[in-house]
């Protein structure tokens, strides 16, 4: 019986790998020297530069060396695929943790503590019917005679805003009610209004009681600004804090009105769709069903659905609202 080979161990095969790979390059310097000193010599036969003869026959030794290589080894280097798309990261509000009740509701409760709310906001009263209010009536303002609605006193006059230097025609927004209130006046003037000077003020919600003052134009006697409608939503406390921090450019207002918004002195979200905005303007969507959405959503964690309407009634749909959960009561609606 012939004796069983014995199998190489790692070091012997390295060593013979080395061995192999130091006879190759002696191949290689064999045959390259040859041709090397050749294209060297025709070079110099040719008169070319010194530096040009050397610079050529070491050109012409790698690509020997190259092919020499590829043909013993015969080998092309791997080049490795790129990874996989990593998954999509679902946008807050739609399927992410936000959407359940629990966590909506500690989100109510630690932004009432946060904002020192009293008494503190919950799932429930978040839940309930906001009153809304709408005028579409065109107007003439005149300096010095109020415009009054059953929540609002709108005193137009003349006055220089702070810094400016010229009198500007001011509204004197007076929120008559005992709760806060999201509002929506949209004015039009016979001018452009180019330059003028932005009071700083809320220009989304008034606090009970507040009386913020807004700049509609730089005056002049035959400026004519026109009252074109009014909106107004009745609040909670922690929704005036959530109307507020939304940006007016975000919601249908444009920057002669919403211009000095400071919200209520936190920071602004940068989070809301254009689409939102654009729908507003092009009148698909409603400014009440934006606001009535932000005003039981903080804006930062959730996204206004494109199917949502304000509630109508109090608990009409489990907070929070998503695009998710619409879509399941609408199936739930129409049934197996």
């Not at 929120?175 to 700083?200: F, H, M, Q, W």
């Not at 003052?213 to 005036?240: F, G, Q």
Request: glycine share 6%; aromatic share 8%; proline share 9%.
């Amino acid at each position: 019986m012939p004796p069983t080979e014995e199998p190489a161990t790692v070091g012997e095969s390295s060593e013979g790998a080395g061995d192999r790979v130091r006879r190759l390059f002696a191949v290689v310097r064999a045959r390259a020297a040859p041709l090397y000193r050749r294209a060297e010599a025709w070079l110099r036969a040719v008169e070319v530069s010194e530096p040009v003869v050397q610079l050529w026959a070491v050109v012409v030794a790698v690509v020997v060396v190259v092919v020499v290589i590829n043909a013993r080894f015969d080998y092309e280097l791997p080049v490795p695929l790129l990874p996989p798309k990593p998954p999509p990261v679902e946008a807050a509000g739609f399927d992410g943790l936000d959407n359940r009740p629990a966590v909506y509701a500690g989100h109510i409760e630690s932004d009432s503590l946060a904002l020192e709310v009293t008494p503190s906001a919950s799932s429930e009263s978040m839940a309930a019917k906001f009153d809304y209010a709408m005028r579409d009536e065109r107007q003439l303002l005149v300096i010095g005679q109020p415009v009054v609605t059953p929540w609002l006193r709108i005193t137009p006059r003349v006055d220089k805003p702070f810094g400016a230097t010229e009198p500007h025609f001011i509204l004197r927004i007076e929120n008559l009610a005992k709760v806060p209130l999201a509002y929506r006046i949209v004015t039009s003037t016979s001018d452009a209004c180019e330059g003028k000077r932005n009071n700083l003020h809320n220009a989304l919600a008034i606090p009970a009681h507040g009386a913020p003052e807004r700049t509609e134009c730089r005056y002049h006697e035959k400026l004519a600004v026109y009252l074109e409608s009014i909106e107004t939503i009745a609040l909670p406390a922690l929704s005036y804090h959530y109307v507020s921090r939304l940006r007016p450019s975000d919601v249908g207002i444009d920057a002669r009105i919403g211009g000095g918004h400071t919200g209520a002195g936190k920071p602004l979200c940068t989070t809301v769709p254009q689409r939102v905005n654009d729908g507003i303007v092009s009148k698909e969507l409603e400014w009440h069903d934006v606001i009535d959405f932000y005003a039981r959503h903080p804006c930062e964690r959730y996204t206004f659905p494109i199917a949502y309407k304000a509630f109508k009634q109090d608990g009409e749909h489990r907070l929070p609202v998503t695009h998710a959960s619409l879509k399941a009561e609408a199936a739930a609606a129409v049934g197996p």
